[in-house]
């Protein structure tokens, strides 16, 4: 032990902290709050939440866990009725063996495989937790949601970005290099946040190949599960389920929010190709929040009781064909996403990168988008241990565009932006 | 890049989850729960959550809520509103200024220095996190919440336990020598989950002083801040707001769980000693969970709507007295604890350590605690980078009995367990 005096140190934050980088949305959600409280009306095509109403089941399945008493502790990875209810319905949803039997031996999806958390968001830190270590390093997607990078600088976790295409489809051919004896995982997330973009059934299995041959596990973020208009879906779940338990390793990460329409109710859950992986993921949820909040899963266990995602779904798709048909009648080239509720569009041709014209659209338009900046933030670590992030030319000539909002809103707002886009093409 | 073929590694767990220690509180948990599958009725003096029923306002407010369509995401750090309330009640509760001013410059306290968390676990692992880097050390008490150690465990920091007297004091004598260069910070648990142990104004103070000194955080943790029932309370954030702004160091935690019988509600809150550092964890937040439960937040601005506080202190105080004297009817000598909802009992006369006395009193008197071990967790650093935790001697020789059951079954429990104590001390 060190008995001499101790230098004065000023109280400071922790390099993980510093070097956090902060959510680009947070920018512009900032700048469009204050034109609004200057009286000034603004089109907000920059939040991922739709203005869908949460079913009311929900609302009732919560009032009576209440009114029932159930606003105690429960169990950590979730209420066992919930989790059961999770597994029968991604079993259905995936075409996956469900018998009812929960033995954690038998391998069937029961509630052994589930566990529930606050949102996706906790169980993709969870999942990177469980499985990487400081001085690891995970493969994320070139363009990516920008939790990852801050969830992996605060676990001391690098980041490899794998390389994407201007459709924003992984670039398969390298990816071999990229891997080091560190890498311990890659993640996944089609459909994307923020590009829409869908992988192919192709593609998904040449992944899980790649993630075989170099022991990966893989991390699949699936929030936007329900929100696939074209194309052909392939989880990477259901590949997993095709091998013997010994050889799975995928964690799928689901959320009620985008599924259900309850962003604010703050659920989620993970499928695990193992019992055991289940129960770990669920012991890592005791020191990172404790158990959840106890009436919404009984609120989200009424939101299972009925199927109505096409609903939303419809909705949505309407929407997406919207904005793609006035983007085109206005002379912007662009295909329609096959999934999710964005546009990540290349603005390049106006001679601004994607924050100029964020900032300009919204002081000239009164449209608020998200620069494309924080969507692909590269890490370079310097000497002192501190990490500055960048952002990377693909995601830095874009802005995301959520057309979520109401179709006049959208319409409107679409319109704004392409008569801004015509006027800096020129 | 390494271009060569990786050797064939097992898909495995980080260290981190591996080494991170399990819950003591889980084991006698399902032991009991096992008994009562069985048919037998068990009298649970393990679990922290008293049988209180949730005021009515607060299940009014969330209900209220979810109908006025507040399901969506809220900020991170919490609505403004709620965090505002906070201010006024935490403010009102120390004496501290709040003039309803919100301007971060100003030295009020304000929803400026005010975050939001899913309960007290998240707002002490962000704080954690917010102050330490891996390969830095934390001062935590010798017998402690169990959460801590997990948390440390995750972050990669190094807790060093300061050493606690028979009465779960703090032994100041030798606590300079417990730093070094590498210490961050020191958390105080007053009133103490799981000893009762309230610190005098005294020894507050000099850990103040020792933090001055060796220029570290604060982490109070007061979650059971409204359970003191003798003896002088001295919060460390009291003492923050005698020092100028830039001397404060006290990140305080607090719980809507246990002030406002709304465990299963998971919320929580940290009072920042500045605007600046209150966003800062506010931004930790981001990545760890996301945004809070949106109806609770609301279910809490109505639970501070009414100081109801005091009943529940009442009750669980009576049931305090009730146990005490029970005990000492029966022998069995000890003084009534100060604080907080647990006696934490040193058994050893019985010949027994805390984790047998915890079985055999399960299994002979179907009367459940919890063994001490899990609260007194030293670390051992291996060569290959693991770490063993093991029991220190002050916890191994005791058990954790909460008093918040209801009373009937609280004589009956003590009354067995006195009995227990009896026979195997003769």
Redesign the interface.
Known sequence: ???TP?P??????????AD?P??SIRRIFNAAKELMARGETVIPLH?G?PDF??PER??EG??RA??A??????PVPGIPQLRQAIAEYIAKRFGLPFTGETDPEADVLSMQRITCS??A??AL?GSL??????G?SILLPMVHFP?YI??T??A?VRPILYPMDEQFQPVLDGL??????ST?AILINSPSNPTGALFPPDTIRELYEFAIR??L?IISDEAYVDYVYEGEYLSPLSVDWELPLDKR?VLAVFSFSKSF??????MGWTVCPRGDIAA?LG??T???????????QFGMLAALSEDDCHLRRESLNKRRLVAARILNENGFDVKPVAGGMFYFLDISATGLNGDEFADKLLAEEHVAVVPGSGFGLEPTYHDDGSILFSPNELAARCVRLCFGVPEDKLIEGVKRMARFIAKYTE
Do not use: K
């Open positions: 032990m060190d008995q101790q004065m140190r000023s109280l400071t934050f922790s390099r993980r902290a956090m902060r959510s939040i939440d109403d949460m929900i609302i919560v009032t209440m009114r008493g159930e606003t105690h502790y429960s606050q949102g968001t906790q830190n937790q469980l499985i990487c270590d400081r690891d939790n801050q969830q600088t605060l001391g071999d290099e990229l891997c080091d004896h311990r170099h022991n596990w390793r329409a309850s962003t604010g109710m703050r770990q012991l890592m005791e020191p990172l929040t404790g158990s959840l909040t106890t009436p919404n």
